[in-house]
Each structure stands twice: as C-alpha cells, then as structure tokens.
RNA sequence: GGGGGCGUAGUGUAGCGGUUAACAUGCCGGCCUGUCAAGCCGGAGAUCGCGGGUUCGAAUCCCGUCGCUCCCGCCA
C-alpha cells in the first residue's frame, strides 16, 4: 500500500506516530515558509503541515502543488499547537508534520469545485461524472447505497434468502412499459428484451422450490424521464411460497425499520406502518402514496356543499360528485396574489378554479363564495374541516379523480409552503385493498392495476365472472414521504385464473400462449401458493440520503433524455455491426 | 407528444434596449511560519448556448434550434 493510514482516521492518540497518507489536494494555503495542505481521501481529511525549516525539499514541492493532484506524504502526526485544534475536522486535533512529500500525479484545475458545495448546471456534472462523484457529498451517497444493500442482503441471507440471479436477456412483454429491445444475431429478425423486472422468472423459481428468492436487480422500461425514474434502475427483487399478504407486509416492516435504525440517522414517524386502504388513501390524501409526515387531511364537504345557493358546488354534488377541502393553518392572511398563485397550480392539476375561505381573527369568514352560504352553513364548513382563526381552507369540486388530483396537489404545495415536510423524517404507510383492474375506456377492457399476475382477494373469485371492477387484488404498495417505494403482491398460482384474467385484459388465447405459455404450463406442474414484493433502491437510498432525486444516488446515471453525457451514449453503430445483427435503420426515412 | 424554468469569464450569480458587461470564487504572479472558506497586493480571463429577425443600437425584444431540468401524457 501506498499509504499506512486514510485521511479520517488519526487521532490525538496517534501523535509521535510515523505515518504514511495519500489522496487528493483538497485545499492548500501557502504561508510563505509553511505551506498547509489539506488532503482528503474517502475518509477524510488530514491537515498536512509543511514546513521550510525542518523540510526544505517536501517545502519546495508544496510550493507547487495545486488542488486535486494526487500526492503521497510522510512524517510524524503531532498534536496541534493549543487553540489551533479545528473542531469541524474529525482529524481536527492532530496534523501531520511532513518530512517526505511525493507528487502521484498532477491534475488540471477541474471544471468545478471539488472542495465546495455549490449547485453546478447539470449537464456539466454529468461529463465530468467521475469528477463529481469525487465530492464528498457523492461520495456519502453512494457509501449508504453500499450500506443499505449490504443490509438488506444480510437481513434477508438471515432469513433463509437465496440470492439468485437472473438473465438480462429475457423475452419482450408489451403488456407493461416499452421493452429496450436487443436484435439477435443468430436468430435474424428476433429480438431479446431487457427485463422491466425479474417478474416470470422470480415465480419460476417459486415453482422450482426455492422457497425464498430474492436479488439486487437491475430493471429496465424505455419510458420518459422523471426526477425519481430512470430507464435502468435497481429493485430489491423478492419472493416467497407459501405466504400470505401478512408474511411479505411483515418481513418488509420489520427490514424497513431495522434499516432506517442501523443504517441511518433519520426519525421513522410511523410505527408500525399504518394500513390505508386504496379507498381511504385517496378519500385522505387525494393519492396511493401519500405523504404522512404532516396531516392537512382532505375533508369531505359534500353533503354540506349540496345544500348551497353556490352553484358549482351544488351541481356538482347533484351529479354525484364530490366537494372536499384541505385547511391549511395559518394561511388565513394570504392575499389575492397568493391565492391566485394557488388557484393557478389547482388548475394545473385539472381544477376550473379555485375556491376558499380565510377564517379571520375574530372568526368572520372572508371568502367571495361566502354570500352564497347560510350562517349556518358556513359554521358547518368551518366546523367540518376543523378551521379555527387563521386558517385557509381550500375546496376542490369536481370529479372525484380531479378532486383528488387536485387536493393532493394542493396539500403538497401547502406543506412545502409550511416547510412542513421534515428531511429527516422518514414515514412509511402500506396502502392495500385495491381494485385488481381498471376500466380501459379507449381499448374497451380491463387493465391490470398491478400486473397481469396478481391474484384477486380469494372470496372475490367469482367476481372475476359477474363484476371483474369489483374485484380487489391481493396487491400492497409501501409509500413513503410521498413514493411509491415498493408494490407487491400475492400472485396466481393456478393455470384457470390465470387464463381467466388474461381474457378479462383482453389477452388472445394464441397471443397468451406465445407470450406467456411458459408460465401457464409451469402453473400445472406444482406451483405452490406465492408472493413477493419489490422495493426501487434508488428510491429508497434517496429517501434516507434526503437527496431531490434519484441521480444523486446513481453512480453513472442518465439525463432526461436517456443520454450518457460522459461516454456519449446512445451512439451510432457501425454498418458492419448493423448487417450481423441483420437490422436497418430508417432515421431520416420518417422525416421524408 | 405537450407545458414551465434555466443557459452571461473555469464555476456560481447580477445585469433584461444605449454600461468599459458587474460581483464572488477559482486561475496566474508576488508577499507572508499557525493557516484551516486563510489574508494582503497585482494580473489574466466572456464572440452573453447556437442561428435568424426587429431596431440607429440587442446579453436584453421576437422566431427557430440545441442542451440541462421540473411537470402532464407515459411508467403491466
């Protein structure tokens, strides 16, 4: 090794020592006849001393050396002159006194600061990722990333887990996202898909008797860019026989909490984890995956709202549909301008406009919709949503999809507003019960709300016959500070149900047969009853490292636009490769 | 496919019809033996993303385009 010690780890007890460190300059300041340097390596950083007394020739070259060069020192730690400790470096109580100083390599000025936390554009994070990564904020991200894997294969290897992996070449599925495609070269015209999941395979293994499956897999979908998804991203992919939904729910619970415990410093708020019902989480937060580390909980006002001389509500409540509010504290002062910037984002989220009301000190109720109520009304309102002086209430009335678009957006953008949602909060909620399909209005059938392998609630089978939209699924989600950070369920294990609900999702026999024949045959050689789950990684390491989004927490990740900005990927393809792989592009043809 | 935001010295920002294009930091040189976001002195560094238009005059207004980003659609 080129070095005795890393740059985090001497202490005062390791003064008189002669020691060897390396790394990176990660500041320096010369004083004329003592140069300091600063050198960081993954642990740490140690102040190097430089003196032209005792070392002229280390002092001549520290003279020299600039930020980022790699360098190599020798010398004695000693304890740092009385009132020169630095009490924010960990190292703080020692330095180094050098006798030897060796120049590894030298480096160009980068084009960003290493030695600083300061927002850098993107794009140029991105071509120099292997600089950025060099950061130490980086750099803790992608350790608690190593952490939490390491835990959760732990945890389960504990738990009597195999970790077994699986191909990357698989077989297309245009059933769920877009497949990334492969062309074969032996099988000309035929074409692998990256998998969207390990899915199929992960049951195989059920049926081949493997019990308890699981994997750090890597999934691809050929979908459009969000802050929290990527094309190629990494699931804790699991699986288990003879289960049933309280054995996965248990066995997630007790890893979630034992990882944000042992892993982190952050506060789980929930515990155990509430059960909402797909119903209830949308009838309380307007979304399946809500946000619970603040309340501001959607109230439902109908069947006051219906009463009213105020038209809108009124007729929407007669056709059936809903009037529901959140109150937000505090927000009673807001001015026009403010609550036009509201109505603004309540539109954005499908709203005609929006309606509210300031509760003020003396408890008047100050709204333009205000004349349209009775006396009595309005204290109904009030009292309903729980207002007290002070406070907005907002009202949604729509349609209940819109309604619930709407407030959740709203509740959202009120508790950011109140900063009311704590970073170092974690809280986690399961949210079950739903609907095993949903009505496809364009394609005139059902979908899947989960996959095409989740098996309905037991005592709703024969609903599958009279009622398919009544049917609920023996499906789970885990949310978390507003991700969704896991969905799972209890699978088909029986070749007719399976049949059955490829019909209903209106799957061609023959097509079913081509696509997934496999899996129906499998289903008739002993398949036991299962179910698993499957948590995103990166969402969950971007929770835990309070991180905006999920490049943060990927070494080598993608822009929005599917592009590597460092390698330069996707690229072109030499002629020669395209004939192998008998493909021919029409770039330019479409253009035509 | 659609909507919003951003693009100005290496970096981060200001300027938003007429400025010598400003500030901080970094970079280069000098001074300095207790600094640690070191300090002080001096210096270099910008075809204002790119292309076109409006105007006597464009970083600034308009159109297009490229890149990054957030969101809708999409994501079984």
Not at 192 to 211: C, F, I, R, T, W
Not at 499 to 506: A, D, Q
Request: aromatic share 8%; glycine share 8%.
């Amino acid at each position: 090794m080129l070095k005795t010690h890393n740059c985090g780890e001497l202490r005062a007890t390791h003064a008189g020592q002669q020691v060897t460190l390396a790394g990176w300059v990660h500041r320096w300041r010369d004083q004329g006849g003592l140069v300091f340097l600063d050198l960081r390596d993954r642990w740490g950083i140690t102040q190097i001393k430089v003196d032209q007394q005792t070392a002229p020739d280390a002092h001549a070259l520290a003279k020299e050396v600039r930020s980022e060069w790699v360098i190599q020192v020798t010398g004695t730690v000693i304890l740092r002159p009385d009132g020169m400790q630095n009490p924010d470096l960990p190292t703080g109580d020692v330095e180094l006194a050098v006798s030897e100083l060796k120049v590894l390599n030298r480096a160009k000025t980068p084009p960003f600061y290493i030695n600083k936390d300061e927002k850098v554009e993107e794009a140029l994070r991105m071509r120099y990722r292997y600089l950025d990564l060099r950061r130490p904020a980086m750099q803790s991200n992608l350790v608690l990333r190593h952490n939490v894997i390491r835990f959760i294969r732990n945890y389960l290897s504990e738990r009597g887990f195999v970790e077994i992996e699986t191909p990357i070449l698989f077989k297309t599925t245009p059933e769920g996202a877009r497949d990334y495609l492969v062309p074969s070269r032996v099988h000309p015209g035929k074409f692998y898909a990256l998998p969207q999941s390990p899915q199929q395979l992960k049951q195989l293994l059920m049926v081949a008797g493997y019990e308890r499956y699981f994997q750090i897999a890597r999934c691809f979908r050929d979908e459009d860019q969000r802050g929290d998804r990527q094309p190629e991203f990494t699931q804790l992919d699991l699986e288990m026989s003879f289960v049933e939904r309280e054995d996965v729910l248990d066995l997630i619970e007790g890893m979630m909490t034992r990882l944000v415990e042992e892993v982190t410093d952050r506060e789980l708020v929930t515990r155990p984890f509430p059960r909402l019902s797909h119903a209830e989480a949308l009838a309380r937060y307007g979304t399946d995956k809500p946000d619970l580390r603040y309340g501001l909980e959607i109230v439902d006002l109908s069947a006051i709202a219906g009463q009213t001389e105020f038209r809108v509500f009124a007729d929407t409540v007669s056709a059936g549909n809903p009037v529901r509010a959140i109150c937000v504290p505090g927000c009673g002062t807001y001015s026009r301008k403010q609550l036009g910037e509201l109505e603004e984002i309540a539109r954005t989220a499908g709203a005609k406009g929006l309606a509210w009301m300031a509760i003020e000190e003396n408890g008047d109720v100050r709204s333009p919709i205000a004349k349209f109520f009775s006396e009595d009304q309005l204290k109904a309102v009030v009292e309903r949503a729980g207002a007290t002086p002070g406070d907005l209430i907002l009202f949604a009335a729509d349609t209940e999809t819109v309604v619930c678009d709407v407030l959740d957006t709203l509740r959202r953008e009120m508790a950011a507003r109140l900063d009311l949602a704590d970073p170092n909060k974690v809280a986690f909620c399961w949210v079950i019960d739903f609907p095993l399909f949903e009505w496809n209005a364009d394609e005139n059938r059902w979908d899947p709300s989960h996959h095409l392998f989740t098996a309905p609630m037991w005592e709703d089978l024969a609903l599958l016959d009279s009622d398919p939209g009544k049917v609920r699924g023996q499906q789970y989600d885990l949310a978390c500070n507003g991700y969704e950070i896991a969905g799972g369920s209890i699978r088909i294990h029986d070749r007719a149900v399976q049949e059955k609900v490829f019909g209903l999702i209106g799957l061609d026999e023959a097509v079913a047969r081509e696509r997934f024949g496999h899996m129906l045959e499998a289903f008739e050689f002993g398949t036991p009853p299962h179910g698993g789950i499957a948590p995103g990684i990166d969402r969950l390491v971007m929770l835990l490292a309070g991180e905006p989004n999920i490049r943060e927490v990927i070494a080598f990740p993608k822009t929005q636009q599917a592009a590597d900005l460092m390698a330069g990927a996707p690229s072109e393809a030499d002629l020669k490769q395209l004939e192998e792989l008998h493909i021919r592009t029409v770039v330019g043809e479409n253009e035509r």
